[in-house]
């Protein structure tokens, strides 16, 4: 069925679990780090025909969906916050942004203008799937790149931005504000230029309490992910070691909401309830795990879904780059092997 990732969105029967993982496109495969010798992240990020390339890489080993290359970065340039991704050290932004006179000086842009690249690419990439496999764009939510900006790259406790969150409310807001118009624009020009599905990734999200999402964080999501439902695709909410926040989140909006692997899936889908997707949630070092285990906490992952209308199969966050080819195979193999019917007969 080549549209059973997007009946299961719309919680649809299927006749199998849909699959596809998140960095499904990337290090873990020889084909990727083969263009890697050749050109930067950034240059296959703004290389419509390289993007198109690496997105549809990973589609050999049977995926459901095929997920956009780019990265959530990609929106600071354009804003007046350029970044390089440093060798061994990862994203770093030039100037970060840590005062309000930082935060009057980002530009809320459109996204033909600062982005056409990535847009180029949805269409290439439509165009060369042929209706074969849908595609799904994506974009970091505010918080998360909120954090890159406010840190000047990656953080283990976040604690400037949290500082800027909590001492200058005023000031986080007003930059949640433009982050979250610039994704709104952002994600709606993918729609336009074709992506069938989206996907918002709060990565980071979970280092806040509930009440600091509730205060902080919710309202300039609730913009994003609001606006995006009407336009009638998926939009899929995902966010990592949010246990906590999961009501909070599907409250937010999100027609499919994302759990990792913390939160087994039958009390997800319980707490979320009835009228959203859910989507997750093996724990993507199992990957690496003896072929037997890895293969054994899939199983449990679909025995705890329990062939729900509505479930898709995904990891808790991406795919490392040390994973075996054949073992994502085999996982895939196996899911797509086990009927929706016997699954939902199990529970």
């Not at 970060?96 to 990439?125: C, K, N, Q, S």
């Not at 479930?311 to 193999?333: M, Q, S």
């Amino acid at each position: 069925m080549r549209d059973r990732f997007l009946r299961a969105c719309r919680r649809e029967p299927t006749d199998v679990t849909p699959v596809w993982f998140m960095r499904q496109a990337g290090r873990y495969m020889a084909e990727y780090r083969a263009l890697r010798t050749k050109h930067t992240l950034l240059e296959l990020c703004k290389t419509p025909e390289l993007a198109t390339e690496v997105t549809l890489q990973p589609l050999r080993l049977g995926m459901d969906a095929a997920i956009l290359f780019a990265d959530i970065l990609l929106p600071l340039e354009p804003m007046g916050a350029p970044f390089e991704f440093a060798k061994g050290e990862g994203p770093v932004i030039h100037s970060p942004v840590r005062t309000r006179a930082d935060i009057d000086r980002l530009r809320v842009f459109e996204p033909e203008e600062g982005l056409g690249y990535v847009l180029d690419a949805i269409r290439m990439i439509r165009k060369e799937l042929d209706g074969k496999t849908p595609l799904i764009g994506f974009a970091g939510a505010p918080f998360t790149i909120a954090s890159y900006l406010v840190e000047g790259g990656k953080s283990s406790d976040y604690r400037i931005t949290k500082q800027l969150m909590w001492s200058d409310p005023e000031a986080w807001s007003t930059l949640m504000g433009k982050i979250s118009e610039v994704v709104r624009r952002f994600l709606r020009a993918q729609v336009a230029a074709g992506a069938q599905a989206v996907q918002l990734f709060d990565s980071w999200v979970g280092a806040l309490s509930p009440a600091d999402y509730a205060t902080h964080v919710a309202p300039h999501v609730r913009h994003i992910l609001k606006d995006l439902e009407t336009t009638g695709v998926p939009v899929i909410h995902f966010g990592t070691n949010t246990g906590s926040l999961l009501e909070a989140q599907a409250e937010a909006g999100g027609t499919v909401i994302g759990v990792d692997w913390r939160t087994p899936l039958d009390q997800a889908f319980a707490r979320v309830g009835q009228t959203r997707a859910i989507q997750g949630n093996l724990d993507p070092l199992l990957l690496l795990a003896p072929r037997e285990v890895t293969l054994a906490r899939t199983r449990d992952v679909l025995r705890d879904a329990g062939g729900r209308v509505g479930h898709i199969f995904n990891l808790g966050h991406g795919i490392v780059p040390e994973t075996p080819v054949d073992t994502v195979k085999a996982v895939i193999d196996l899911i797509h092997s086990i009927p929706r019917e016997e699954l939902a007969a199990g529970r």
